[in-house]
């Protein structure tokens, strides 16, 4: 008997890595199970998905479900049985974990809750004894729930050292790379808020030997899946080390609590490739005890100067829609978080995730959310559904013109010249591309964002009346957007500039005002960006 595994990720390229999938493959295979893994994408047609897989004539089929790929499996489950009515169909991965009672048992033949690996080889045992599929984790009825224990991981077999995801391993690829299970902390709108909050390690031998295996494959970008990456010093230090040593030239990204971040640890990730990503949430004390988390804003702003101070890239993460959370809070925490040159923002609305405390907390506070996945909030008592889009309509403005746009390094000056907060110019920016887009007859995804960044401030500094700023303010951000350009696409850029690099340097510290009336402009001159292979920049001057 064959067991076929259906996955469906996000797209094609770098969000195409079904590690769910892959480890319930690899446990089956271990165990000396035949198991087959059929890969989609969002892409794909379900039916069309569904037709392909019935093909096969699985006895038994198995679907790796998440929030976002739930009602693609759906439309698959529904043509599948139309198809292959005689197959026995179960159904596991996070959203059957976090939400069984939404799965209909009439089509499929039991769930696997919680950590599948040693479940699903249990519940395969007993089809190829003709018993009944039960036990922990293994649901057929609805009112019994109970979820599988969490497995030994040193005991666990790694799908990547079987070699099951080489065809996702190509040249360049952003891969899954999971070190940890499970979470210290307890926030609210977080899966382990109602978890054990222990924290278990995959064997350093093993994951020794996945990263050599990763190097050997050229992948290009290794996220790694331990949600507090920083929570045991010691331990942080050495992968550190043991990544310094062998993958210089793959880029890493890390899950970190910025409050355990030090002087040791901030220089440890200046010697590799990697980006960090930080969960600030909100920067409103009152919405954030709610949510179980602490925060003091001196603190934090210290902790994170720590990664600027060493050129470490950081993104930082909001949530629109906490308990508590309000328009005015959203554009606070906004500011805030800008004001910390993060080099992106990931700004989501609240998803109320069955089984974590804020969707069990809803009706306490007045949420309102989709019944369905996503989940999404649709209004609260403190955040009204207009101001909910409002809101969205801010975090599309931060994603084009702060991240996309990377203006992480200058926005503090733009905010300087115009006397306006963050939140503010983002509002004046979603006018303002309506207006260009209209005028250029483009699509926002066939825009030089670079040079609408500039129309636009070009435009505003008039507007306003501080046109004596746009000399220095528009070679400042030059100079950081050809940093942007060069270190995101790999190609040499060429910045035209009106003051020296030393002295648009001293912007750093100097004020707008005190910088122009120190600095008299120059006439233009214009710099080749060029990466050495140290990684440091070198400025070209050219005639």
């Known amino acids: 008997m064959t067991i076929h595994l259906v996955s469906c990720c996000l797209e094609e390229g770098n969000l195409s890595y079904p590690l769910g999938a892959l480890c319930i493959q690899s446990s089956l295979l271990t165990k000396g199970h035949a198991c087959t893994h059929h890969p989609f994408t969002l892409a794909d047609d379900p039916r069309q998905a569904a037709g392909q897989v019935a093909q096969e004539k699985g006895e038994v089929i198995g679907l790796s479900v998440y929030l976002w790929n739930?009602?693609?499996?759906?439309?698959?489950?529904?043509?599948?049985?139309?198809?292959?009515?005689?197959?026995?169909?179960?159904?596991?991965?996070?959203?059957?974990?976090?939400?069984?009672?939404?799965?209909d048992l009439e089509s499929l033949s039991f769930l696997v809750v919680g950590e599948g690996e040693e479940a699903v080889v249990q519940a395969v045992q007993q089809l190829l004894e003709h018993q009944t599929v039960q036990g922990r984790g293994l649901v057929s009825d609805l009112k019994h729930i109970s979820f599988a224990p969490s497995p030994q991981l040193s005991e666990l077999s790694s799908p990547i050292l079987q070699g099951l995801a080489d065809p996702f391993l190509t040249e360049g690829a952003s891969v899954l790379w999971e070190m940890t299970r499970g979470c210290p902390f307890h926030c609210s709108f977080c899966f382990e808020s109602r978890g054990q909050r222990s924290v278990r390690h995959f064997p350093p031998?093993?994951?020794?030997?996945?990263?050599?295996?990763?190097?050997?494959?050229?992948?290009?970008?290794?996220?790694?899946?331990?949600?507090?990456?920083?929570?045991?010093?010691?331990?942080?230090?050495?992968?550190?080390?043991?990544?310094?040593?062998?993958?210089?030239?793959?880029?890493?990204?890390?899950?970190?609590?910025?409050?355990l971040l030090d002087k040791q640890l901030a220089d440890a990730f200046s010697r590799i490739n990697c980006s960090l990503q930080i969960g600030l949430q909100s920067s409103d004390p009152a919405v954030l005890k709610q949510a179980n988390r602490s925060f003091v804003p001196e603190s934090f702003a210290k902790k994170v100067a720590l990664l600027n101070d060493r050129g470490i890239p950081f993104g930082l993460d909001l949530i629109i829609g906490l308990p508590l959370?309000?328009?005015?809070?959203?554009?606070?925490?906004?500011?805030?978080?800008?004001?910390?040159?993060?080099?992106?923002?990931?700004?989501?609305?609240?998803?109320l995730l069955p089984g974590t405390l804020v969707a069990d907390q809803a009706a306490e506070f007045g949420i309102k959310h989709l019944k369905d996945a996503p989940y999404t909030i649709l209004s609260s008592p403190t955040f009204c559904e207009e101001d909910i889009l409002k809101a969205i309509?801010?975090?599309?403005?931060?994603?084009?013109?702060?991240?996309?746009?990377?203006?992480?390094?200058?926005?503090?000056?733009?905010?300087?010249?115009?006397a306006l907060k963050g939140h503010q110019i983002l509002t004046l920016f979603n006018s303002y591309l309506s207006f260009y887009l209209k005028k250029s007859g483009q699509k926002?995804?066939?825009?030089?964002?670079?040079?609408?960044?500039?129309?636009?401030?070009?435009?505003?500094?008039?507007?306003?009346?501080?046109?004596?700023?746009?000399?220095?303010?528009?070679?400042?951000?030059?100079?950081?957007?050809?940093?942007?350009f060069i270190q995101t696409y790999q190609e040499s850029p060429v910045i035209r500039l009106l003051y020296s690099l030393d002295e648009l340097s001293l912007l750093d510290r100097l004020s707008l005002e005190e910088f122009v009336k120190t600095y008299p402009e120059q006439e233009q001159q214009e710099f080749a960006i060029q990466a050495q292979e140290d990684g440091q920049l070198l400025f070209i001057p050219l005639k």
């Open 393 to 418: 309509r801010l975090k599309e403005a931060a994603d084009l013109f702060f991240t996309q746009g990377q203006a992480g390094m200058w926005m503090g000056k733009l905010c300087e010249a115009l």
């Open 325 to 351: 959370d309000s328009f005015d809070a959203f554009t606070k925490s906004l500011d805030y978080a800008m004001a910390l040159k993060p080099s992106n923002l990931d700004i989501f609305p609240l998803s």
């Open 70 to 103: 739930r009602l693609w499996m759906d439309s698959f489950l529904s043509a599948l049985k139309e198809e292959h009515p005689g197959s026995v169909v179960f159904a596991g991965g996070p959203e059957a974990t976090a939400n069984p009672q939404s799965f």
């Open 205 to 259: 031998e093993r994951l020794e030997a996945e990263l050599d295996y990763l190097v050997a494959h050229g992948v290009g970008e290794i996220y790694v899946l331990d949600p507090t990456f920083n929570m045991d010093k010691k331990r942080t230090l050495e992968l550190l080390s043991l990544i310094e040593a062998k993958s210089q030239s793959i880029h890493f990204v890390f899950e970190v609590r910025a409050e």
């Open 444 to 484: 926002q995804e066939e825009i030089d964002i670079f040079s609408v960044q500039e129309a636009f401030v070009r435009s505003l500094l008039k507007k306003l009346g501080k046109q004596a700023y746009e000399p220095a303010l528009l070679s400042y951000m030059e100079l950081h957007q050809g940093i942007a």
